[in-house]
């Protein structure tokens, strides 16, 4: 069965460093997402991504966020200057470009990638 | 704005019994409803979701739930606890329609479930 991958599983980095978190979607998903949970807190909705631009974001997606899919496989998730509060699982999800009459497209979801910022 | 709370952080449960998490919205709009599982180590999975039509929803491993709009309520229920449904589950809502759309979420319901 066809799975959203994301690597790396656990990233520890200093704060003010860069860090890329990857994720491959599934092979025919068109719509990408990034979403984040805090230790303790609710998923929240980082941005989504369709067609090689930023479709909608979130607040919490500032400057420090960028996204990218740099090939046909891979999505990307960059993050310039981590701070402390940037410490949390960051999921990646991708859906089919269905919609209307269509099933509902479901988004599906990688395992997730911890990112600690000391 | 769109929003979910999910009543009981933590729910205990013998094997066999019944299993209720609550879910409760709020929405501008008609909402989309989802139900989703995690288990441990593993990405977020569909349990089963509410767009239009029927308000009883069934999903996979015996789950279901019925979308209340008068209550805005989407409680899920599984009539017999299995020891594999040991996991966190979330509640989430979009207002939009697909095929691009994002979730918010609940705060998720840990279950755990006794011999």
């Known amino acids: 069965e066809p799975e959203v991958t994301q690597t790396p599983s656990h990233q520890v980095t200093q704060m003010g460093q860069e860090v890329i978190l990857r994720c491959v979607p599934i092979?025919?998903?068109?719509?990408f997402y990034w979403y984040r949970q805090i230790l303790g807190q609710k998923v929240e909705f980082l941005v989504s991504?369709?067609?090689?631009?930023?479709?909608?974001k979130s607040e919490i997606f500032d400057d420090q966020f960028s996204v990218e899919r740099p090939d046909g496989s891979n999505f990307t998730l960059k993050i310039r200057s981590t701070k402390l509060e940037d410490s949390a699982m960051y999921f990646c999800a991708s859906s089919e470009a269905r919609g209307g009459s269509s099933p509902y497209n479901e988004q599906f979801f990688g395992p997730g990638t911890r990112l600690t910022v000391l | 704005a769109q929003s979910v709370t999910q009543l009981g952080s933590h729910v205990s449960v013998s094997e066999g019994a019944l299993v209720l998490l609550r879910c409760n919205y709020s929405s501008s709009v008609p909402p989309y409803l989802f139900w989703y599982v995690q288990y441990p180590n593993q990405g977020l999975q569909l349990l089963l979701k509410y767009t239009t039509g029927a308000t009883l929803v069934k999903g996979i491993n015996g789950f279901e739930a019925e979308f209340k709009k008068s209550e805005t309520s989407f409680h899920l229920t599984k009539p017999s606890a299995h020891m594999s449904d040991a996991a966190e589950y979330f509640c989430?809502?979009?207002?939009?329609?697909?095929?691009?759309?994002?979730?918010?979420f609940g705060a998720g319901t840990t279950v755990t479930v006794r011999a």
């Open positions: 991504f369709y067609n090689n631009e930023i479709s909608e």
């Open positions: 989430a809502v979009t207002p939009k329609p697909p095929p691009n759309y994002k979730l918010s």
């Open positions: 092979s025919n998903h068109l719509y």
